[in-house]
């Protein structure tokens, strides 16, 4: 409490500044927010992290091209992971908070992950081994990757309130945009696939 002796307001990790306990409720409320946010958060980058890892060190064992450039990699990343995790984090948030916070985290992103990573592989290889070119594997690579990006998300997401649905909606839009466009097309280095 304020009103306490300044050697008790040193050490307290919490004080009171008006000595009223009724802002108590809305600094739990507060703390709530911020951890069950920071997981769903800490979901995404993990399981990007864990994606690219598997991608990286199957496609330097494997000798082939890496199957998404950098500049999709940036796409992939934004509308996945960047631009959703600042709405995430500072969205409302008022569940209990559990323990097993590292637990819960990599049981949800290591499965994320991989899966990720082994679609993208199964389809690059199975398409450039096919004999499509570069271009058009890595096109579909990102298809994939990105795709399953945003189911990730949305199942991050979940439950999917008004906010986070237009979140979720939003991201698959932009998505599809850069497909559509012939600029947006261009500057992502994407393939027309009408042959494929």
Known sequence: ????????RAVAQLVLLD????ALPEVVSEGRKMINNIEKVSELYLTKAINFIILSTIFAIALLPYPIMPIQLT???SISIG???FFLALGPNKDRVEKGFLKR??????PNGVVIALSTVTIFILTYTAGLSLEEC???SVIVAGGIGLVVL???AYPLNIWRLTLVVSMIGIFMICFIVPLERNVFIFTPLSGV
């Open 75 to 77: 796409l992939i990343g």
């Open 138 to 140: 890595r096109t579909l």
């Open 83 to 85: 631009i959703p995790s």
């Open 1 to 8: 409490m304020a009103s306490g002796s300044d050697a008790t």
């Open 105 to 110: 985290i990599l049981q949800v992103s290591i």
């Open 154 to 156: 949305a199942r991050v």
């Open 19 to 22: 000595s009223n306990f009724s």
